[in-house]
């Protein structure tokens, strides 16, 4: 795919209201030409709504959207180009792949031929060249989703809007799902604007995250930024899992794998803690130890089930160490 890349973003002050009630509150945010951006956050935070209101689906109680410098305010969303993937795939059941991809392409009254060979051209890129004469209701739901992918790509649009598309899968078919999404975001370079829940999944398939919590942005980097981090609690406990520890006055986020655990007295260095083992949950690839430790709340442990070099029970007393790198100051929620 030789694309240009276009579909730069820039939104300022942006508001919605319903009412009474504020669902984004203020949200500045400016999305680069062809990253995938994901707005992550938890149910009522925001992020649907924002990405409904970038799409033309809902109206602005204030503030800006501009496309590559020129607002879209008043665009009405059919206007706008931008294409559109939802969780529920919206395909026409009475028409076969090659039809669905091709709609698009149909309406705005394109020549068969450019059609044809557009559309030869996304089913490759979605790996379902030996499909095109197949209903959708004969195709699996990551072949669907791949078509609906395929259908919103077709016109090339500047800024492709994915809600919760892969929400419908089983995890092992949202697992493979997602690196054949990043690696035809890699290949079209389109701006993708992606919003998800599923913190695994912002991780391992976007440029940059925004967290979003009341309406507003939480906080916003690459994935590693976020995880190593984090600002505050609300962002640190949110995206992956984590400690809290308060020392002199401060808090500070701890990651579960960042922690070395051993039987009291065998610590590799100076024990931080001592605790005694509350329960163990076997994963397969870890363990996953809590630890009870006095005057605080539970420790979680996470470690490698290849390299755990103890043998630790439930009842046992243990010491835990870190590095001074490991623990991170969070700023005041």
Do not use: C
């Amino acid at each position: 795919m030789t694309e240009v890349a276009k579909g730069g973003l820039s939104l300022t002050g942006l508001t919605k209201n319903f009412g009474n009630f504020v669902a984004v509150d203020n949200v500045d945010l400016e999305i680069r030409r062809g990253e995938f951006l994901t707005l992550l956050g938890p149910s009522g935070s925001g992020k649907t709504t924002l990405l409904m209101m970038i799409a033309g689906f809902l109206d602005i109680s204030a503030g800006d959207i501009l496309l590559d410098g020129t607002s879209i305010r008043e665009v009405p969303a059919d206007k706008r180009n931008f294409g559109m993937v939802f969780q529920g795939y919206a395909l026409f059941p009475h028409m076969t792949v090659r039809q669905n991809v091709g709609y698009a392409l149909d309406v705005r009254g394109r020549p068969k031929a450019e059609i044809k060979a557009r559309v030869d051209e996304m089913l490759d890129l979605v790996q379902l060249q030996d499909f095109g004469h197949r209903k959708p209701g004969q195709l699996s739901g990551g072949q669907q989703q791949r078509v609906a992918l395929a259908r919103a790509l077709s016109f090339a649009p500047p800024v492709l809007l994915l809600d919760e598309p892969l929400g419908a899968l089983d995890k092992k078919l949202r697992i493979e799902v997602q690196a054949q999404l990043k690696e035809i975001h890699r290949r079209v370079g389109t701006t993708f604007i992606y919003v998800t829940h599923d913190q695994e999944e912002a991780l391992s398939m976007s440029d940059r995250i925004v967290i979003m919590q009341n309406g507003r942005v939480e906080q916003l980097g690459t994935p590693t930024e976020l995880y190593e981090r984090p600002r505050t609690r609300f962002a640190a406990g949110f995206l992956g899992k984590s400690n809290f520890l308060i020392e002199g006055g401060a808090t500070y986020t701890l990651r579960p794998e960042k922690i070395d655990l051993a039987p009291k007295g065998h610590i590799n260095g100076a024990a931080r803690l001592t605790g005694t083992i509350r329960s163990i949950t076997y994963l397969g690839s870890m363990r996953k130890y809590m630890i009870n430790v006095e005057g605080r709340d539970d420790i979680e442990v996470d470690v490698d089930s290849w390299r755990n070099p103890h043998e630790l029970n439930e009842g046992q007393q243990v010491d835990l160490g870190w590095s001074d790198q490991a623990a991170v100051k969070l700023d005041e929620d």
